[in-house]
């Protein structure tokens, strides 16, 4: 069973920037593709970023393309979320997923696609 942390959360400015950490307890997270969802008050949860197994392949949302960026650090077992020039539409608890075998991007950008969540955080964007 796999663990996913989130943090690194927080109420910011609009144009700021925030990083998200996603922990991961198991040691084959190396070979899990990895994403980014949130949900925002009233709203379904949508998908943000993802990046496969070996974080060659990058996938993100039209709304936050060119302004977020995915990663991930094997030697930590942790993936991340850079989210710059922030906007109060991207206030939501974000949640970190990891899937338990690779998948196609259509996969990696649905929710039902994963196999592990995290508890999420809060990220909120003042005006």
């Known amino acids: 069973q796999v663990q996913l942390v989130e943090s690194g959360g927080g109420l910011v400015q609009a144009g700021g920037s925030l990083r998200l950490t996603c922990a991961a307890s198991a040691g084959t997270f190396s070979n899990y593709p990895m994403g980014w969802f949130r949900q925002a008050p009233g709203k379904e949860r949508e998908f943000v970023a993802g990046i496969n197994w070996s974080g060659g392949r990058t996938y993100y949302a039209d709304s936050v393309k060119g302004r977020f960026t995915i990663a991930r650090e094997y030697a930590k077992n942790t993936a991340y979320l850079q989210m710059n020039s922030l906007k109060p539409e991207d206030t939501a608890v974000y949640y970190c997923?990891?899937?338990?075998?690779?998948?196609?991007?259509?996969?990696?950008?649905?929710?039902?696609?994963?196999?592990?969540w995290g508890q999420g955080t809060q990220v909120t964007v003042s005006s």
């Open positions: 997923a990891a899937r338990r075998r690779g998948g196609s991007e259509d996969t990696l950008r649905v929710g039902a696609g994963y196999d592990y």
